[in-house]
């Protein structure tokens, strides 16, 4: 389970370093920042729900409140920390359900380090910080997902997916980015 402790630890990073100005600002997923850390909370904790066997209508109307209260950081923290050890224990090939039907517990940690690292990116950039992420973390994350990316793109939230226009030359986390939607 390294990679999801490595791509919530991307996420953290960037929500530890956003200025405390930088709540309201808009995200390139079309969300404010803060928006946006609770629908990664709320995916965080969604997920941990669904993984432990409870069904998604359960599992959304336990998650229908304000998730970020006061301390958005531990939300982050704490979410990110009972996925992870929800992951771990999940039975290989269990199925979780999707939007658009069951998927094994592998495909969905798939989608959930892409929604990690890719909303990293998106506070990085609504909040005007640095955008570089972690090289080592975008790599392994194009390895797991390279082989399924069809896939990924085909459940369609991904935005535009994939712009075609990349140089061949195009650094890893160019490539990631464009892969899933957005422009940099």
Known sequence: MKLI???STEFERAVRELPEDSWALQTPCD????ALVEHVV??????????????????????????????????VVD??????????????????????GDVTVDT??????????????DLRRGAGLDEALNPE??????????????????????????SGTLPGDASAQHRLLDEFGRRP
């Open 5 to 7: 402790d490595a791509a």
């Open 31 to 34: 969300m404010t920042v803060r």
């Open 42 to 75: 709320v995916g965080n904790r969604f997920t941990t729900l669904l993984l432990q066997g409870v069904s998604r209508d359960v599992a959304r109307a336990r998650l229908d409140a304000d998730q970020l209260g006061t301390d958005p950081v531990s939300a």
């Open 79 to 100: 979410s990110s920390r009972d996925q992870a050890a929800a992951f771990a224990a999940a039975v290989p090939g269990q199925l979780v359900p999707y939007r658009t």
């Open 108 to 121: 969905f940690l798939r989608f959930r380090l892409v929604d990690l690292v890719v909303h990293a990116w």
């Open 137 to 162: 973390l975008v790599e392994a994350l194009l390895a797991v997902v390279g082989p399924h990316l069809e896939e990924m793109i085909s459940y369609g939230a991904y935005g535009d997916g994939p």
